[in-house]
């Protein structure tokens, strides 16, 4: 049993990993009063980026970093289009998920089915990696799942104690108000924006370079909807967010872990569970919109006209 779990939850965590780095991404957004729902779209383009970055003879490096620069680009479009444009940010974000599918998929065709022999490598901690059970799956990740533990410390931090964390929960509470206060509501906004990108791009390379390391369309397979269904689901507090995407990596584990202990459950039926999960998790938390509501930033979704 103890050698059936460990790659449980050292499966569990791996799949959990992308799903921190571009929900944290989105709850920053959010918090900031953006609504941006082409996370999907901006996982793919960072993932493909990176991919491509790999297989052109690029070092895992650079890949990285394009993938966050590919995601800060499409993101920087949505900001243009919602934050100076003043346009629909639902429309807008949906636009950009489309855009994301489409265009990997033309772009992507050449890398269509190939794969990569370098990409992310696990970088064991000498000594805590020889516990038993979390040795394996707790302190042998790779240098992105590793960031994403120290990420969620950091923005956590940075929300409730640090100045531009205050300052941009106050521009999503009443830009209005925040201005008056002198604060730069429009450049604090497209820093948020910028940010998630940045985070969902790199969410797409962990995609590309550590879990798949190889190239094909729609190779998030819709987990940038379950990233933005964690927002909801934590409440737009960044412990539960944690908590929450490691629900979800253990939801899509437990398909290897009946495998590994040859329990017959259908295939299709075993990668459906996460999307199942985030149907009955939101059903559950709609029954008390209230709490949705007392947690949720003011100005969510709305457009605000910086007169400076």
């Known amino acids: 049993m103890m050698d059936s779990l460990t790659p449980l939850l050292a499966s569990a965590l791996s799949a959990a990993v992308p799903l921190m780095l571009a929900s944290t991404g989105e709850l920053v957004t959010e918090r900031g009063g953006v609504l941006n729902l082409g996370l999907e779209g901006m996982m793919l383009i960072g993932a ?24 800060m680009l499409a993101a920087s479009v949505f900001g243009i289009m919602t934050i100076t444009l003043q346009a629909n940010q639902v429309a807008a974000g949906l636009s950009l998920t489309i855009l994301g599918a489409g265009l990997t998929s033309a772009l992507g065709r050449p890398f269509a089915g190939s794969s990569i022999d370098t990409g992310l490598v696990p970088l064991p901690i000498p000594g805590l990696s020889q516990l038993p059970l979390l040795g394996e799956s707790l302190f042998s990740l790779n240098l992105l799942a590793y960031f994403s533990l120290v990420l969620i410390a950091l923005v956590g931090w940075g929300l409730s104690h640090s100045r531009l964390g205050l300052q941009l929960k106050a521009v999503g509470e009443s830009p209005s108000v925040a201005r008056s206060l002198g604060l730069p509501v429009t450049s604090i906004r497209y820093g948020a924006v910028l940010f998630g990108g940045a985070m969902s791009g ?16 729609n190779l998030t397979s819709g987990n940038g909807w379950i990233a933005l269904a964690l927002v909801v689901f934590a409440t737009w507090r960044i412990t539960r967010l944690a908590a929450g995407a490691l629900l979800f990596g253990g939801v899509t584990a437990l398909g290897l872990y009946f495998q590994a202990v040859n329990v017959k459950v259908s295939l299709f039926a075993l990668s459906g569970l996460p999307y199942v999960a985030t149907v009955v998790v939101l059903v559950v938390l709609s029954r008390n919109p209230l709490h949705i509501r007392r947690h949720a930033p003011a100005w969510l979704g709305k457009p605000y006209f910086d007169h400076a």
């Open 48 to 71: 493909l980026s990176s991919f491509a970055t790999i297989t052109l003879g690029g070092g895992v490096a650079l890949g990285i970093c394009l993938g966050m620069l590919s995601g």
């Open 202 to 217: 790199l969410a797409g390379s962990y995609y590309a370079l550590a879990q798949f390391k190889m190239w094909q369309d």
